[in-house]
């Protein structure tokens, strides 16, 4: 049967752009693909659209969305960077920084899940709440165990939710009772996770749902036998992705470009072949503009973690610096750095990131403007002004900021916040203004949670976003206050804002972003089968 969904829908197009349609169509065939869409179409040429397109009565199910105020459809969520096995440490720890924090919480917690039933009970509470989060997508860690992760593919499989799952390599610098003894046991194991996840019966659309990724830890977990044989594996299996975490903490920085004696952090991912176009960077918070142009020509992604970096005191990745030098960015919640296992908060984080990123921008070009005033005064008070002749402050701000790339008053009016010279050199391209230092704007923010995920996992022809060819993940999102969240529309919203229009669309978006939660999520789709949401607590065990 094909499914044809009517109303608003909110579809991502760039990162500057989404469409905001109040009066859509879109028509998914049995294989949960999407195999049309009609934009502007009143409620009184439904049915005549439907019949121009060849469909007679009850070969199709219409599912109407028009009818209430504040409902919509968006894509599903992509969560590119989450610890499957850390969900039982939500909300604690947070007083650590990452290196201790991974001995003192992360480790003892993974450890458990060498126990097949605890894993069971744990691993399908976090499926459901991933899913209940809105989360179509997830980029899942697990523990180094291979039983137990060939389990959560096989939970992950039957709940219908699509995802990438690796297991940690990791075989050096671990507490005893959590790591790998030798290289080859855990090339073995990782092996026999791929083998399995392969294996796996496919969707409606006869595409994989559940896909396997060669997950090294971090650099700082695993031996340079480790790395150099699963480089080996990859570049074998150049379709398998591969995930880890990159430049996350300061510490954490230094010690990986000392122990292996590198330029950077990215230099040794690149020493063993490990950044590639379907590599997964985690965190990328301390990155050098350096390693983002190398990062951008291996054309890897970073998934951006605002809530664990905020929550771990990492830091705050540039993301605007990111985009502006071609990095493919998407969000990650990151749990059990971060405490939220919502794409939605992420969201709301990711937008307070970059307006401390801007503040700290502003603030930063103040105090090198007034240094560079300081210096002048001294410089004109010592009679150094020599041969440059009549415009002091210019001639002399050139002479004395030698590193400086711009020092032209109207380059900075242009760009206000826009850091200049020193730290970066952002530059527009095709002559729009940069995202360095600026704030993310809700078309951005929506686009990192969507489409820029799907490009991060490699998936950008598949899903994020409401394409013909594409599968329907969808959500269905309703700000009723019958939804029982009284902060989207609570008492004092303009009965006005209720109606559809695209401006209106616009604004339940973001109320949506900002104040919504699960239970504005009423039905969550993959590859168009409901898997989720508020409105079905009973997974619905469909052929898929
Ligand atoms: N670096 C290595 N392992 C981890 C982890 O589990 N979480 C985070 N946030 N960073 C890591
Ligand atoms: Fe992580």
Same mark, same amino acid.
């Given at each position: 049967?094909?499914?044809?969904?009517?109303?608003?829908?909110?579809?991502?197009?760039?990162?500057?752009?989404?469409?905001?349609? @109040?009066?859509?169509?879109?028509?998914?065939?049995?294989? /949960?693909?999407?195999?049309?869409?009609?934009?502007?179409?009143?409620?009184?040429?439904?049915?005549?659209?439907?019949?121009?397109?060849?469909?007679?009565?009850?070969?199709?199910?219409?599912?109407?969305?028009?009818?209430?105020? %504040?409902?919509?459809?968006? @894509?599903?969520?992509?969560?590119?960077?989450?610890?499957?096995?850390?969900? @039982?440490?939500?909300?604690?720890?947070?007083?650590?920084?990452?290196?201790? *924090?991974?001995?003192?919480?992360?480790?003892?917690?993974?450890?458990?899940?060498?126990?097949?039933?605890?894993?069971?009970?744990?691993?399908?509470?976090?499926?459901?709440?991933?899913?209940?989060? %809105?989360?179509?997508?997830?980029?899942?860690?697990?523990?180094?165990?291979?039983?137990?992760?060939?389990?959560?593919?096989?939970?992950?499989?039957?709940?219908?939710?699509?995802?990438?799952?690796?297991?940690?390599?990791?075989? *050096?610098?671990?507490?005893?009772?959590?790591?790998?003894?030798?290289?080859?046991?855990?090339?073995?194991?990782?092996?026999?996770?791929?083998?399995?996840?392969?294996?796996?019966?496919?969707?409606?659309?006869?595409?994989?749902?559940?896909?396997?990724?060669?997950?090294?830890?971090?650099?700082?977990?695993?031996?340079?036998?480790?790395?150099?044989?699963?480089?080996?594996?990859?570049?074998?299996?150049?379709?398998?992705?591969?995930?880890?975490?990159?430049?996350?903490?300061?510490?954490?920085?230094?010690?990986?470009?000392?122990?292996?004696?590198?330029?950077?952090?990215?230099?040794?991912?690149?020493?063993? =072949?490990?950044?590639?176009?379907?590599?997964?960077?985690?965190?990328?918070?301390?990155?050098?503009?350096?390693?983002?142009?190398?990062?951008?020509?291996?054309?890897?992604?970073?998934? $951006?973690?605002?809530?664990?970096?905020?929550?771990?005191?990492?830091?705050?990745?540039?993301? =605007?610096?990111?985009?502006? $030098? %071609?990095?493919?960015?998407?969000? /990650?919640?990151?749990?059990? !750095? =971060?405490?939220?296992?919502?794409?939605?908060?992420?969201?709301?984080?990711?937008?307070?990131?970059?307006?401390?990123?801007?503040? &700290?921008?502003?603030?930063?070009?103040?105090?090198? &403007?007034?240094?560079?005033?300081?210096?002048?005064?001294?410089?004109?008070?010592?009679?150094?002004?020599?041969?440059?002749?009549?415009?002091?402050?210019?001639?002399?701000?050139?002479?004395?900021?030698?590193?400086?790339?711009?020092?032209?008053?109207?380059?900075?009016?242009?760009?206000?916040?826009?850091?200049? %010279?020193?730290?970066?050199?952002?530059?527009?391209?095709?002559?729009?203004?940069?995202?360095?230092?600026?704030?993310?704007?809700?078309?951005?923010?929506?686009?990192?949670?969507?489409?820029? !995920?799907?490009?991060?996992?490699?998936? &950008?022809?598949?899903?994020?976003?409401?394409?013909?060819?594409?599968?329907?993940?969808?959500?269905?999102?309703?700000?009723?206050?019958?939804?029982?969240?009284?902060?989207? *529309?609570?008492?004092?919203?303009?009965?006005?804002?209720?109606?559809?229009? @695209?401006?209106?669309?616009?604004?339940?978006?973001?109320?949506?972003?900002?104040? /919504?939660?699960?239970?504005?999520?009423?039905?969550?789709?993959?590859?168009?089968?409901?898997?989720?949401?508020?409105?079905?607590?009973?997974?619905?065990?469909?052929?898929?």
């Amino acid at each position: 049967m094909i499914n044809i969904y009517y109303g608003p829908i909110v579809n991502p197009k760039t990162l500057r752009h989404y469409d905001a349609l @109040p009066q859509c169509l879109i028509a998914v065939g049995y294989d /949960g693909n999407i195999i049309w869409v009609e934009d502007d179409i009143e409620a009184s040429a439904l049915y005549n659209t439907i019949t121009a397109r060849g469909l007679k009565d009850g070969e199709y199910n219409l599912v109407d969305f028009s009818k209430n105020p %504040g409902e919509f459809i968006m @894509p599903g969520l992509v969560d590119t960077h989450v610890h499957a096995c850390q969900f @039982p440490n939500l909300g604690i720890g947070g007083d650590y920084e990452l290196l201790d *924090w991974l001995f003192e919480y992360v480790f003892p917690t993974e450890a458990k899940f060498g126990d097949h039933k605890y894993a069971k009970r744990a691993y399908n509470d976090v499926i459901d709440r991933s899913i209940a989060s %809105g989360t179509t997508t997830s980029c899942y860690y697990s523990s180094l165990y291979l039983d137990t992760t060939i389990l959560l593919a096989d939970i992950i499989h039957e709940k219908g939710q699509r995802a990438f799952v690796g297991k940690c390599n990791m075989d *050096w610098n671990c507490p005893g009772y959590y790591i790998e003894r030798t290289p080859e046991d855990s090339l073995e194991d990782t092996k026999k996770l791929i083998k399995h996840i392969l294996g796996l019966p496919l969707s409606r659309a006869n595409e994989p749902l559940v896909h396997p990724i060669i997950t090294p830890r971090f650099a700082l977990s695993c031996s340079n036998k480790l790395l150099t044989e699963l480089g080996k594996l990859a570049e074998q299996l150049p379709h398998v992705s591969i995930q880890t975490h990159i430049s996350e903490n300061r510490k954490e920085v230094e010690e990986a470009m000392r122990r292996f004696d590198a330029e950077s952090y990215a230099a040794v991912y690149d020493r063993f =072949g490990l950044l590639r176009n379907n590599t997964v960077l985690g965190h990328g918070v301390w990155l050098t503009e350096k390693e983002m142009k190398l990062i951008a020509k291996r054309g890897a992604g970073v998934a $951006h973690c605002p809530t664990s970096n905020f929550y771990l005191s990492s830091g705050m990745a540039k993301v =605007g610096l990111l985009l502006d $030098h %071609g990095v493919k960015v998407g969000l /990650g919640t990151d749990v059990g !750095g =971060g405490y939220n296992p919502s794409i939605l908060y992420t969201i709301q984080m990711a937008s307070t990131a970059s307006k401390m990123v801007a503040v &700290q921008a502003k603030l930063d070009e103040e105090r090198r &403007q007034q240094r560079l005033a300081h210096k002048c005064c001294k410089y004109r008070k010592h009679g150094k002004r020599g041969k440059h002749g009549r415009h002091g402050k210019e001639d002399t701000s050139s002479d004395m900021d030698s590193d400086s790339n711009s020092n032209s008053e109207a380059e900075s009016a242009r760009h206000p916040n826009h850091h200049e %010279g020193h730290h970066h050199q952002s530059k527009p391209c095709h002559g729009l203004p940069p995202f360095a230092n600026q704030k993310l704007q809700t078309e951005t923010l929506l686009y990192l949670a969507t489409l820029g !995920g799907a490009d991060v996992c490699s998936l &950008q022809d598949y899903i994020g976003s409401f394409e013909v060819g594409k599968a329907f993940d969808a959500l269905h999102i309703s700000l009723d206050d019958a939804c029982g969240n009284p902060a989207v *529309w609570g008492a004092g919203v303009d009965d006005k804002e209720k109606e559809r229009t @695209p401006k209106n669309l616009r604004t339940w978006l973001e109320r949506f972003l900002f104040t /919504g939660d699960n239970r504005n999520i009423r039905r969550v789709w993959v590859q168009g089968v409901v898997v989720g949401g508020a409105d079905n607590h009973v997974h619905a065990r469909v052929d898929r």
